[in-house]
């Protein structure tokens, strides 16, 4: 079943006039369901993980266009992963739904120096969780000069705390380029959201899918073929194998096509 993202993605492909095509990526087919070449594709290899906290995706236009967008791997990985695009002058009302709900806790991720102090929280509140509301990490997905805009551009967002990460460690992400290493990829930021709200097995799955989605990127890019037994296969095969993920054993490529 397609997910949010490629859903999205979807929708912006029926409304445009011309193909989009990625900038320094391989022109080449791509498979639907992971946006990798054929002979590289990762989706019998894709998480699927029942999570308690949920994830909403705030996309700048072209976000979800991009293949390079790690979003789309967070909609893989949680089930609960919803997305929408932002416009300055409009909002979709599902979205207002869904910070409505009240099964929901919506936080929007965001660094702490950019929101009123009294609004700005570094924990996912356990009084709430204790009260049956289930976090929903709002993220603002796109350039950093986007999620500011987004940021603030969104009076709806207004009315919600502020959760501001303190990582400890730089971007691992490597299919753009970022001025700072402090600047973390969206699936990153995801992944220490989650081990904020407990989902410890969800970050880790998190943290060993985007540098295998890196590697086969790569590869397809440069016409390399897959390494099956490397480190980033082995790492999320032994997270399978703890019970933290569902995945299917894969000996070898999902399958090939002749040039």
Same mark, same amino acid.
């Given at each position: 079943?397609?997910?949010?993202?490629?859903?999205? !993605?979807?929708?912006?492909?029926?409304?445009?006039?011309?193909?989009?095509?990625? !900038?320094?990526?391989?022109?080449?087919?791509?498979?639907?369901?992971?946006?990798?070449?054929?002979?590289?594709?990762?989706?019998?290899?894709?998480?699927?993980?029942?999570?308690?906290?949920?994830?909403?995706?705030?996309?700048? /236009?072209?976000?979800?266009?991009?293949?390079?967008?790690?979003? =789309?791997?967070?909609?893989?990985?949680?089930?609960?992963? @919803?997305?929408?695009?932002?416009?300055?002058?409009?909002?979709?009302?599902?979205?207002?739904?869904?910070?409505?709900?009240?099964? =929901?806790?919506? /936080?929007?991720? @965001?660094?702490?120096?950019?929101?009123?102090?009294?609004?700005?929280?570094?924990?996912?509140?356990?009084?709430?969780?204790?009260?049956?509301?289930?976090?929903?990490?709002?993220?603002?997905?796109?350039? =950093?000069?986007?999620?500011?805009?987004?940021?603030?551009?969104?009076? /709806?967002?207004?009315?919600?705390?502020?959760?501001?990460?303190?990582?400890?460690?730089?971007?691992?992400?490597?299919?753009?380029?970022?001025? !700072?290493?402090?600047?973390?990829? +969206?699936?990153?930021?995801?992944?220490?959201?989650?081990?904020?709200?407990?989902?410890?097995?969800?970050?880790?799955?998190?943290?060993?899918?985007?540098?295998?989605?890196?590697?086969?990127?790569?590869?397809?890019?440069?016409?390399?073929?897959?390494? =099956?037994?490397?480190?980033?296969?082995?790492?999320?095969?032994?997270?399978?194998?703890?019970?933290? +993920? !569902?995945?299917?054993?894969?000996?070898?490529?999902?399958?090939?096509?002749?040039?």
């Amino acid at each position: 079943m397609p997910h949010a993202v490629s859903l999205l !993605r979807a929708t912006r492909l029926a409304g445009s006039t011309k193909p989009f095509l990625s !900038r320094g990526g391989f022109k080449r087919e791509r498979c639907a369901g992971c946006r990798l070449l054929p002979s590289h594709c990762l989706c019998a290899l894709r998480p699927s993980m029942d999570t308690r906290a949920g994830v909403c995706l705030l996309m700048s /236009y072209i976000e979800p266009l991009k293949p390079t967008n790690t979003g =789309w791997l967070i909609a893989d990985v949680v089930a609960d992963t @919803f997305a929408f695009g932002w416009a300055r002058t409009e909002v979709d009302p599902a979205l207002l739904a869904l910070m409505a709900d009240p099964r =929901w806790q919506p /936080y929007v991720v @965001f660094p702490g120096q950019y929101a009123e102090p009294e609004r700005v929280v570094h924990q996912v509140d356990p009084a709430l969780a204790a009260a049956g509301k289930r976090p929903l990490f709002i993220l603002l997905d796109g350039t =950093w000069s986007e999620a500011r805009k987004m940021f603030s551009r969104s009076p /709806y967002l207004n009315g919600l705390p502020v959760l501001s990460l303190q990582p400890d460690q730089a971007t691992q992400y490597r299919l753009r380029r970022s001025g !700072r290493d402090d600047h973390l990829c +969206t699936s990153e930021v995801a992944a220490l959201c989650m081990d904020l709200a407990g989902e410890h097995a969800v970050a880790r799955t998190l943290d060993a899918y985007l540098p295998l989605f890196t590697e086969h990127y790569l590869l397809a890019k440069n016409q390399q073929p897959v390494v =099956w037994d490397s480190p980033a296969h082995q790492r999320l095969q032994a997270l399978r194998a703890g019970g933290e +993920t !569902r995945i299917p054993a894969v000996p070898g490529p999902p399958y090939t096509e002749s040039e």
